[in-house]
């Protein structure tokens, strides 16, 4: 489940033709940094883009009109779009005035949406700009919504004001499938924080939100037929009914899918606090508070179990409209099962030979149940069985074949191996995995159809109420653009520049991706001196947590749900930009074979000022636990600096390392590299290649900068 499967990197050639032509002619075209620059700053980059000439200006008396079909959805979206449009450029923009001979931007609608949003509805528009005005046109008001997040991304400040390129887009999503799961068991996620996360995927044209309710750690719906489910599993917290109507409608605002998840039969302790009959094992059970898969299942083998589901499954399929209904099915270890005397009779008279004939028993069990209300199954691969329903879709966690495979045997799947947004992979190597990868590029196209698109996932061990929308956003970005996009969209540089961009729009909307970081700082921070807390920043600012699983490997105490994430580990973005930009620049530096000396001087300021920082650091350190945490970093930081400008002096002197020389900065660099207390020291590999470039096999000790 930790393997990627890169993708081709296909440039568009008629993007590139489109590109030349687009900086050539408009004025508002950020600086073109090479053939790669795409249009503006789209995420996800649309499927057409036609540059225009000149730009139309945004000002205090732009104004929006709609024709057509009109509904009160309709006006809340223009309502939120001027909200938008206000915190990107302060302009004063009045609700008033929504006459379409006059309005700025004129928004077409042909006919309503479905009333319950639908898989494969059209989300396509089309918009075009002018100098003098500009008109979105859908045909449905899913569509407007798509359309009008386009027209925000193009208004950028200019010299004379804010504005908007002229252009002509035409665009519709490549697959119809394009969802965040957010799990609310393991750290209960406030409904708040989830509304603007809606919002951020509103922004980025994601249109499922795959809502993880249930867990070892917690059950998080209130249930009223029984109660005991949210009243003992959730520690209080949970959601009521009222705040689940409250999400679907704010969703379905957005023109986002709400497709519940009620995870079974394992993962599931918390359901077993209230009700242990549905359990397998004797109980008690109580809410689980560490992390990692538990024993605790369902029992298959009781009636009594189907019929606690049918009436819950008829509860809580009238909270969520969407015709999906997600039943996990993932990790159960059967232990329960084998302990169990009366489930291994069962299994004997039934012939189930193996624990997993147990559980394809259990789920057709429970598709028949879900089935019965109306609705289809979504399950993790686990789900994929011989007899399953049709109309099922396997979500693939464990590795793209699973996706393949239930393709070739005619079932619908969305991919999620490779989107896991809690292993702290970067940006780019998420977006480097594509639904048509890997073992299903060699699908037939009928097969090919039933790919329906893919889910980032946020699993919650190590994410809370405050640091959430860093683990999300903006990587999340990457993957809603592999979703929309076009296959052949795959420039991670251009991708970088863009997530970059949306970063900074995305707090506009309210989250809180990059605030959090200055909070989270200061409180590791306390009443530091001004350079003492820039000392901090320096050093958190270079740091990524360990990748995939190791967390759970290399903590020092066993983590659970009541650990606190207040550490370093918890305060640094997942994928560090300061990390990413100085490896750049020492690639640049090296492509140059050493002689950029504007490069050679950035790169020195900053060994410079890694080297300086530790002193800083270790004073606050001794005021802090939570920086003297990570002390030896801070040493390791100092250490690389010195390296680094060690072999800059040997690369200015043409005089390359000796063998011994080597030896001991290679001694250096093998122990920066080592994690320490859950980090990482980014730029490890890239001093490593300057130190390598400096020695006598090197390829940069004759060529003084
Ligand atoms: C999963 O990650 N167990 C779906």
């Not at 900053?606 to 003297?628: E, I, M």
């Amino acid at each position: 489940m930790k393997s990627a499967t890169l993708g081709l990197p296909l440039f568009g050639n008629i993007l590139g033709i489109l590109l030349t032509l687009m900086l050539a002619t408009i004025a508002l075209a950020p600086p073109a940094t090479g053939q790669s620059q795409p249009p503006w700053n789209l995420i996800p980059q649309p499927a057409n883009v036609k540059p225009g000439s000149g730009a139309l200006p945004v000002g205090a008396n732009f104004t929006i009109a709609f024709t057509g079909h009109t509904e009160s959805r309709l006006d809340r979206a223009a309502d939120r779009f001027l909200i938008q449009l206000h915190r990107q450029t302060g302009l004063l923009l009045p609700k008033s005035a929504r006459d379409a001979a006059q309005a700025t931007l004129v928004v077409h609608t042909d006919h309503a949406s479905k009333e319950i949003q639908e898989l494969g509805e059209d989300e396509s528009y089309s918009l075009e700009v002018t100098a003098t005005g500009a008109k979105l046109n859908a045909a449905n008001p899913t569509g407007v919504l798509r359309g009008l997040q386009t027209f925000l991304q193009l208004v950028e400040v200019s010299p004379n004001g804010f504005a908007a390129p002229a252009v002509t887009i035409q665009d519709q999503p490549r697959f119809a499938w394009r969802g965040l799961m957010i799990d609310v068991s393991r750290h209960f996620i406030p409904l708040d924080v989830l509304k603007r996360n809606l919002d951020g995927m509103e922004a980025v044209k994601m249109n499922v939100f795959h809502w993880h309710l249930s867990e070892n750690q917690g059950f998080r719906v209130e249930s009223r037929k029984f109660p005991k489910l949210h009243e003992l599993g959730s520690d209080g917290l949970y959601y009521t009914q009222d705040e689940i109507r409250e999400l679907v409608a704010y969703a379905r605002d957005r023109g986002i899918r709400v497709v519940p998840e009620f995870d079974m039969p394992g993962h599931s302790t918390a359901w077993f606090v209230g009700y242990p009959e549905l359990a397998s094992g004797s109980g008690p059970y109580s809410i689980e508070r560490k992390w990692g898969i538990f024993d605790p299942a369902m029992d298959p083998t009781n009636e009594k179990t189907y019929k606690f589901l049918d009436d819950l499954v008829g509860e809580m399929v009238k909270l969520f409209p969407d015709h999906y209904f997600h039943i996990g099915g993932d990790e159960v270890n059967g232990k329960e099962w084998d302990a169990n005397p009366k489930i291994q009779e069962f299994k004997k008279s039934h012939n189930l030979k193996t624990n997993e004939e147990l559980q394809v028993y259990f789920s057709q069990g429970l598709q028949k149940i879900v089935t019965k209300h109306g609705k289809s199954v979504v399950g993790w691969d686990e789900v994929f069985i011989p007899g399953a329903p049709k109309d099922i879709v396997i979500q693939s966690w464990r590795g793209q074949q699973s996706l393949a495979a239930a393709a070739q045997q005619g079932y619908h799947g969305i991919l999620s191996n490779g989107y896991y947004l809690d292993l702290g992979w970067s940006a780019a190597r998420h977006y480097a995995v594509d639904p048509m990868g890997g073992p299903a590029a060699n699908l037939t196209d009928d097969q090919k159809k039933l790919i329906l698109g893919g889910e980032s996932c946020m699993w919650s061990e190590y994410v809370n109420a405050e640091n959430v929308d860093s683990r999300i956003w903006p990587r999340n970005a990457a993957i809603a653009e592999r979703l929309w996009s076009a296959q052949s969209t795959t420039d991670a540089a251009s991708m970088y520049a863009r997530l970059d961009a949306i970063g900074a729009r995305l707090e506009w909307l309210g989250l809180t991706h990059r605030t959090y970081y200055h909070k989270m700082l200061q409180r590791i921070a306390g009443p530091a001196t001004p350079e003492e807390f820039s000392a901090l920043r320096t050093l958190a600012n270079v740091v990524e947590p360990v990748k995939d699983y190791s967390r759970e490997k290399t903590a020092a105490a066993e983590p659970t749900s009541q650990t606190p994430l207040n550490r370093v580990v918890d305060a640094v973005p997942l994928e560090s930009d300061s990390g990413r930009h100085f490896s750049e620049l020492v690639d640049k530096f090296l492509a140059g074979t050493c002689r950029d000396s504007a490069a050679a001087n950035q790169l020195r300021r900053q060994f410079t000022l890694w080297t300086q920082n530790d002193a800083t650091f270790v004073s606050l350190a001794q005021k802090s636990f939570l920086a003297n945490e990570v002390v030896a970093t801070s040493r390791d930081l100092a250490a690389i600096g010195n390296a680094g400008l060690r072999a800059l002096d040997a690369i200015a002197a043409s005089a390359p390392f000796s063998t011994d020389q080597l030896t001991q900065l290679n001694a250096v660099l093998a122990e920066a590299g080592k994690p320490k207390t859950q980090l990482l020291l980014m730029p490890v590999p890239a001093v490593r290649k300057l130190v390598d470039a400096a020695s006598q096999s090197g390829t940069c000790t004759a060529a003084k900068p």
